[in-house]
């Protein structure tokens, strides 16, 4: 029983933290409000391209990601 909670417990904190945009592969960032894979795609070229992102604001530099996409997705976001 107590391996049920605990399992139950890990599985209840990874469907409730935020998504790391700097380590996230594309499956993981599809998991955000308005992105599906074209634009998980793009946010891992930025990446690439320019490093890490430095504050969830940035993401609005990625093409296909506008200020009302940001704002769908900013509280799922983490920058570590």
């Known amino acids: 029983m107590v391996k049920f909670f605990l399992a ?3 599985f209840s904190s990874l ?3 935020a998504v790391n945009v700097n380590k996230a592969n594309s499956a993981q ?3 955000l409000n308005g992105i599906g894979p074209t634009k998980a795609q ?3 070229n930025y990446r690439k391209s320019h ?3 430095k ?3 940035e993401l609005v530099n990625v093409k296909g990601i506008g200020p009302k996409t940001l704002q769908k ?3 799922q976001v983490a920058i570590r």
């Open 15 to 17: 469907l409730f933290s």
């Open 29 to 31: 960032l599809q998991t």
């Open 51 to 53: 490093g890490s992102f």
């Open 73 to 75: 997705m900013k509280s």
């Open 8 to 10: 139950l417990l890990l």
């Open 55 to 57: 504050s969830v604001d």
């Open 42 to 44: 793009e946010i891992i």
